[in-house]
């Protein structure tokens, strides 16, 4: 990172933008002239995703006048507005299912300034959030309020000090997202490096504080500031009190029930109520099943949160105390690697799966539960049965804790084959409405929609998202073995003939235009809506295409579709099948069951295949009707008409290609 890591070079680039300084930098590109007019920086970590139109929020609010930063000179920081707004920070969704740890911790909000915040106490209570580095600040106020304050190479933790001088505020209707660690392990490593970064402010909970300079002098902070200090050394020492408690009151102490209960409660007090609220907190717009049934999935989650954290207490004390007494001796003592910190990124990918490496990390709490067990066995053993099921916990905790950072196996979607041949009926009925519509009466774009009540009508307009959707139907078509190839090349090379010949503004297609006429609709507006929908389409198009030129010429879905149709027309055809049906049916399943064997070696047995089967096809349409009637009916006749049609051009089409 550099000097002084992030805080240093967000100095650097401070500099360059008032002042441009541009010492710092080994490399410039560009007119750097017009950073002088930038206002506002966004700073993320590298883990975090930037929604869309989050920034526009972030500036919006920043500029609203009753968040602009008032300095006050005498107080020497921010005492009005906010220099810094501190959106809600959320786990991103693909990492939250990476493992049971993450899937456990990565949803849950709170109001520790280190997780989700989507109420915080501190912003609700005195209209001031803390700042975890991620958010929007004001440079001139940032730099006004930070200039010359801080010493060189002792601050770790910069983002809660940064935000207690430039006063940081709670955006919480923007949102970001980051990536939640999948392993207990990772988790632990960078709260260790959030607590030795606490404990290395406790020189600002003075009335005096070092300078840039070295010197001490007068500590600008409020009370409340300072109190966000203190009460993350308070939170750093709470597992080790509540370890201590317990140990005391199954050792020494009275009454070890109590002070077990006493553990428990504090432990298991905060899910409680804040289930309790969440049951109360019903909103108007919500059924009390669903809501009910939420708060239930919540709380749960709560007391599997409040169980990990009763198992894994001994060790959360243990690298709890060692962060600060190490810090603490960095501070008093050596005044060396103060600013020791290690990316998440850069963790031992081989310490991932391996148990004894979780052991050997959490080594502490197995042995504290031996030495507890071993010592009350002898000295208190009324005490044992009261204690054993949470010493059990810890001796088990390393093996826990592996288990619960596992990856999870990725679920495989399984199909039977009556679940198989519905979607593919569903998907077929779907492509009659393009094989109906888009044609040439109009011009190979798909018309917006058929009325079949009251009377039979179709719209004979279209939009940049049908034209998107008529160009992947072409190529669903072609991959579920409905059209052949060359019926798919041909559909698109029109369809996109037509879009060629469109009117358009500086390159967009207009929102509707009429399918017969090529006319654009008034009134005459782009949306970007459809065109980004088109663009899209478009960008899925074009590598389908183009796999199309390591495809065999006759392809492996041909019979699949053909099935297919062959399904929706024994339906619609009723009872009892007819005998050219069950003729066609026999048909196409012998030459599945020797596709599957042995598929067709050559083309010229290929066509011999669908010669014989378009000839049955031919029988069944004859059979059901002298001609295929061009439109979908609606009675159960002249549907089955329609699909006999279907049957007999599809194989037709197949034949063909050959």
């Known amino acids: 990172m550099g000097y002084e890591r992030k805080r240093g070079k967000l100095a650097d680039l401070n500099a360059l ?58 107080l020497g920081r921010v005492n009005a507005g906010y220099g810094i707004l501190q959106p809600r920070v959320s786990a991103s969704l ?19 300034p280190y997780t989700r915040a989507v109420s915080d106490v501190y912003q609700d209570a005195f209209q001031e959030g803390s700042f975890v580095g991620k958010g929007i600040y004001d440079v001139a106020a940032f730099e006004q309020a930070l200039a010359g304050r801080f010493p060189e190479n002792r601050i770790l933790s910069h983002d809660l000090l940064e935000g207690c001088h430039a006063r940081a505020g709670l955006l919480s209707d923007v949102q970001l997202y980051e990536e939640y660690p999948a392993r207990y392990g990772a988790d632990v490593d960078r709260r260790y490096r959030w607590i030795r970064g606490d404990w290395q402010l ?49 050792t020494l102490f009275a009454s070890p029930l109590f002070w077990t209960l006493a553990v428990l409660g504090i432990l298991l007090i905060p899910p409680v109520f804040a289930s309790l609220l969440d049951v109360l907190r019903k909103p108007d717009d919500m059924r009390p099943g669903q809501h009910f049934a939420a708060t239930a999935h919540a709380a749960v989650q709560r007391l599997l949160q409040t169980g990990f954290a009763l198992v894994t207490l001994p060790h959360e004390a243990a690298y709890s105390l060692d962060a600060a007494l190490r810090t603490l001796g ?6 060396q690697r103060l600013l020791e910190w290690k990316a998440s990124g850069d963790q031992d990918p081989t310490r991932r799966d391996d148990p004894l490496a979780v052991l050997r990390a959490m080594a502490f709490a197995p042995v504290l539960a031996i030495a507890t067990a071993s010592w009350l066995a ?29 990856p999870l196996p990725r679920r495989v979607a399984r199909l039977s084959a009556e679940q198989t041949r519905y979607l593919g009926r569903i998907a077929r009925k779907t492509w009659a409405y393009f094989e109906t519509f888009v044609g040439p009466d109009d011009h190979w774009l798909p018309p917006d929609n058929y009325q079949e009540y009251r009377a039979a009508t179709l719209a004979h307009r279209t939009s940049p998202t049908n034209m998107g959707l008529a160009l992947l139907a072409n190529l669903s078509a072609h991959d579920f073995g409905y059209i052949p190839t060359g019926q798919l090349l041909e559909r698109t090379a029109n369809s996109l003939a037509s879009m060629a010949g469109l009117e358009r503004h500086r390159g ?78 026999m048909a196409l399943e012998s030459a599945q069951a020797a596709a599957l064997g042995a598929p067709p070696l050559t083309l010229m047995a290929a066509r011999h295949l669908f010669d014989r089967l378009a000839r049955y096809a031919a029988a069944i349409v004859d059979e059901f009707a002298a001609e295929v009637a061009n439109d979908v009916a609606t009675t159960p006749a002249s549907q ?17 290609e050959l």
């Open 640 to 656: 089955a008409d329609w699909w006999a049609g279907a049957l007999s051009r599809q194989c037709q089409a197949m034949r063909e």
């Open 330 to 335: 960095r501070l008093l003592f050596t005044q």
């Open 94 to 112: 693909p990492v939250a299912e990476q493992s049971r740890y993450a899937r456990l911790n990565g949803g849950e909000p709170g109001i520790d």
């Open 378 to 406: 002898v000295m208190n053993p009324a005490a044992l049965p009261l204690a054993g099921p949470i010493l059990l916990l810890w001796l088990l905790s390393p093996a826990i804790a592996w288990w619960l950072s596992l």
């Open 508 to 585: 967009h297609f207009y929102n509707w235009y009429d399918t017969q006429t090529l006319r654009p609709l008034h009134p005459a507006y782009i949306s970007t809506v459809d065109s980004g929908n088109l663009a899209g389409h478009l960008l899925t198009l074009r590598p389908g295409l183009l796999a199309l030129l390591d495809q065999p010429i006759l392809s492996p879905h041909g019979l699949d579709g053909i099935r297919d149709t062959l399904g929706i027309l024994t339906a619609t055809a009723g009872q009892p099948t007819p005998a050219t049906v069950t003729q066609f049916q």
């Open 17 to 74: 933008l008032r002042a441009g300084q541009t010492e710092a930098f080994a490399l410039l590109i560009g007119d750097t002239a017009i950073l002088a007019g930038v206002k506002y920086v966004i700073t993320l970590d590298t883990d975090t995703q930037l929604p869309r139109e989050a920034a526009r929020q972030f500036v919006g609010a920043m500029a609203h006048p009753l968040n602009r930063a008032v300095y006050d000179p005498v």
């Open 202 to 250: 406790v020189a600002w909970l003075l009335p005096w504080a070092p300078d840039a300079h070295g010197c001490w002098r007068r500590n600008p902070l409020s009370l409340l500031s300072r109190w966000k200090l203190l009460d993350n050394l308070r939170r750093s020492l709470a597992p080790a009190a509540l370890t201590l408690m317990l140990l005391l009151g199954w």
